[in-house]
């Protein structure tokens, strides 16, 4: 019997060598299969507005264009653990409710007059607003304005429904939830933050607020001096919060915004987070491993695992704002959360 004959006998018995995949198996450093990729909104958007005019929602169960990471084409995700998309939804559509274990957000591109009905409570959507869909709540989308209405969807369904093979998801049944709570409840109770409520809030792993609005967002940027300094990788950085725990709004997720002063230069850094930068306002430049990414208003670009990250603003004049969302939360609750500025490094910019 020749060695062939027995790795392929064992392979046949169902086993593997380890000998023969130890790089594989234990790679030195991540190997993402995610690559860098930006998606740009202005080449996307009248693809949009098409699907709109020509699908109604009965024939498009959500209408939802994936943002499909290059190198995580299948199943589709936009980087590590994490899923994105732009869905679009016209003057008086209803997207059906449903629910799902998958954690979800939407931060809200373009529009008014779009709410979500959350586990009975109605959140009203602007521009540059976080609205939050936890595991396994009810939601259905409605648009009562005129013009169509676009976000950012957010799951970690690659999280649940690949690497956990925990994923269910269900039908409401009626197409959409009647109202049981007063309208925006939850945010309004908790959106001065140094006063809470003292009585019992039901406690689930996300955030009890269903919408974190850009009009507070902006308002604790200008309550911010002009000249703090920030940080050194992603200037004026503030973190959406869990108001129970001080955590971040998803135990899956975690959502910040930034603000890059006009000539910003973030210094380069590398972390074992996927994230995914959504352009609020502005145009730069993200290096990101060997990829320059030239973003402008409204783009999204993945950054995957370990990959030398380097922002900059373009402009000389101007503030630019970006929303990003990581799956920090789980690498930090499991222990594997790593971060490293590469100058403080050995090995250069990595
Ligand atoms: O709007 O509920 O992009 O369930 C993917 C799955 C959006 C949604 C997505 C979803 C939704």
Not at 14 to 28: H, I, K, M, N, S
Not at 70 to 79: K, L, Q, R, S
Not at 80 to 94: D, K, R, V
Not at 242 to 253: A, Q
Request: hydrophobic letters at 35%.
């Amino acid at each position: 019997m020749t060695a062939q004959d027995s790795y392929a006998a064992v392979e046949a018995l169902g086993t593997a060598p380890l000998w023969r995949y130890y790089g594989d198996v234990l790679p030195a450093q991540p190997k993402p299969s995610a690559v860098p990729y930006l998606w740009s909104y202005s080449a996307l958007r009248p693809y949009l507005l098409r699907f709109l005019k020509e699908l109604s929602l009965e024939e498009a169960e959500r209408r939802v264009l994936m943002l499909v990471n290059p190198g995580m084409a299948e199943p589709p995700a936009t980087t590590t653990s994490l899923y994105a998309g732009l869905q679009i939804i016209g003057p008086g559509e209803t997207a059906q409710a449903h629910r799902h274990t998958a954690n979800a957000f939407r931060y809200v591109i373009e529009g008014e007059g779009a709410y979500t009905t959350v586990n009975g409570e109605r959140v009203h959507m602007h521009p540059g607003d976080l609205l939050l869909t936890p595991n396994w709540h009810w939601h259905d989308h409605h648009h009562e304005g005129a013009e169509p209405m676009v976000w950012l969807d957010a799951l970690d369904y690659p999280l649940t429904t690949h690497c956990l093979d925990v994923n269910f998801f269900e039908l409401y049944g009626e197409r959409s939830q009647k109202s049981s709570v007063p309208d925006d409840m939850s945010s309004r109770q908790f959106i001065h933050g140094q006063l809470a409520p003292a009585w019992e809030i039901p406690h689930t792993a996300a955030s009890p607020v269903g919408n974190y609005p850009w009009a507070e967002t902006r308002r604790a940027f200008e309550a911010i001096a002009d000249d703090a300094e920030g940080s050194a990788t992603e200037g004026v950085l503030l973190e959406y919060k869990n108001p129970l725990t001080g955590g971040p709004v998803l135990p899956t997720m975690g959502c910040r915004v930034s603000r890059l002063r006009p000539g910003f230069r973030g210094v380069p850094v590398r972390r074992t987070s996927g994230a995914v930068y959504h352009v609020v306002q502005g145009s730069g430049v993200a290096q990101v491993g060997d990829h320059r990414l030239e973003w402008h208003d409204k783009d999204v670009f993945a950054v995957p695992p370990w990959h030398s990250f380097e922002l900059r603003n373009a402009s000389d004049s101007a503030d630019a704002y970006l929303f990003s969302f990581t799956n920090e939360p789980v690498l930090r609750a499991l222990g594997f959360f790593r971060e490293e500025l590469p100058e403080d490094t050995d090995s250069g910019r990595g």
